[in-house]
């Protein structure tokens, strides 16, 4: 348990190698007071973690007071550390975290600082930060995140393909299936492609159909462990729409991930269609040839939806700082230098992400796409959180078994939704 819970540095990490003592919270002392920063993120691969390296060895150049310790590991990996040292003395000084249901979960272990103050206090920084993505990390009426990142998913298309087939961007269901008939009828075996073997990919589906077609209240109260029930008929019926769009993902799509599901279907012309994040933009552009052009699609309305079509499933990320930290003021200080136009113009230049600070995204550092995606985000009536953000564990990982079971033809809509219901009431 101890070399689980303990902050592995070397993993990923920057710091000056100044001789440190561990204080009980996880925070250090130097033995010639310095203050030292413990800073946990889930980024450990190139490109962001170079990114990161070089952000955090410039901040202690310029700051000569200061050491940061940096360390990180992978996404799920990193969950699963994060939720087991939050509510323990070992909670890191400043620490990534997903907006939604993830960071109510932070909250909830009574380690995270409020940062109201530290917005009120300085509007020229604050200001510049999306009011949106801020939004998604503030809770009865307390700001607990600094949004590093923002992100939306959206259908990318060909639009050569979309075009030769004189076929117009669907905004209905019955559109949508309209379009994908059209295009098998023009000889593309698999018009949609995705990648299932990943959990993640089926439940970005799902939480945007229940959110297109189950009405908000309803929708609030089973998202809620103390309430849920997921007993309206409309989540049925966001299954059986699931059944019938992977009809059209062929047998490949419970076999593969996504990245080979973008790589080597949609990047190749093979599927016209893909449901993919903003974020993957860089990656989709190194995998395309030179004439091929792609554009976008909000997930389309369901005729017999109550939800707001309007909306976009998406998210920002950001940090959080424990109220356990010896040091938060420097905290604070080093956030609002890493969130800022400077560290927004790495986050895109270097890694491709979309900043949520004012200005760091452009034309002298942003793709024409990754301009338009800013654009998709701010009109945006509303950001819906990733599934895997909105709802307990207990049930999105019964979702997401129904969901590949449904794709495979070894569930019905009807017996998965009973799981996810017994799910549900088990929580309460």
């Not at 707001?308 to 998406?314: A, F, I, M, V, Y």
């Not at 819906?384 to 070894?410: E, K, L, R, S």
């Amino acid at each position: 348990m101890a070399a689980v819970m303990g902050l592995s540095l070397a993993a990923c990490g920057s710091s000056s190698g100044t001789d440190t003592t561990t204080a009980a919270n996880g925070a250090a002392a130097t033995d010639d007071g310095k203050v030292v920063i413990n800073f946990f993120h889930r980024w450990p691969n190139d490109p962001k973690n170079s990114m990161f390296k070089e952000l955090v060895q410039e901040y202690m150049d310029e700051n000569p007071n200061v050491t940061i310790n940096m360390d990180c590991i992978l996404n799920d990996q990193y969950k699963e550390k994060i939720r087991m040292i939050v509510s323990t003395d070992e909670v890191p000084d400043i620490f990534s975290s997903w907006s939604g249901t993830f960071a109510q979960e932070m909250i909830a272990s009574g380690n995270v600082a409020s940062l109201n103050d530290m917005y009120e206090s300085d509007k020229d920084w604050s200001s510049q930060i999306a009011p949106a993505s801020v939004e998604k990390f503030t809770f009865d009426g307390q700001i607990y995140g600094v949004p590093w990142s923002q992100d939306g998913k959206v259908f990318y298309y060909n639009k050569k393909v979309f075009e030769e087939n004189n076929i117009s961007i669907p905004t209905t269901w019955n559109e949508f299936i309209a379009v994908l008939d059209q295009l098998k009828a023009a000889g593309y075996e698999t018009p949609i492609i995705a990648g299932l073997s990943d959990g993640f990919e089926s439940l970005h589906y799902l939480g945007t159909m229940n959110q297109r077609m189950i009405d908000p209240e309803t929708l609030a109260k089973d998202y809620d462990p103390a309430t849920g029930e997921f007993t309206d008929p409309g989540y049925t019926e966001v299954l059986k729409k699931w059944q019938q769009l992977t009809s059209y993902m062929g047998e490949t799509s419970t076999a593969i991930n996504h990245e080979t599901a973008r790589n080597t279907y949609f990047a190749t012309g093979e599927a016209p269609i893909m449901y993919l994040q903003f974020a993957e933009i860089p990656m989709l552009e190194k995998s395309l040839p030179d004439d091929f052009e792609y554009g976008f699609f909000n997930f389309p309305a369901f005729e017999d939806g109550k939800g707001d079509p309007k909306e976009l499933t998406g998210a920002p990320e950001g940090f959080m700082i424990s109220n356990k930290a010896k040091n938060p003021e420097e905290c604070q200080k080093f956030l609002k230098w890493l969130v800022s136009k400077k560290g927004g113009e790495a986050l895109t230049t270097q890694c491709g992400d979309l900043s949520s600070v004012a200005g760091a995204v452009d034309e002298t550092n942003a793709l024409p796409s990754q301009l338009e995606a800013m654009d998709i985000i701010k009109n945006a009536s509303k950001l819906t959180p990733w599934f895997d953000n909105a709802c307990d564990p207990g049930v999105y990982t019964v979702y997401q078994q129904v969901a590949q079971a449904i794709a495979t033809g070894d569930e019905t809509p009807e017996s998965g939704m009973q799981e996810v219901q017994q799910a549900a009431a088990s929580l309460h």
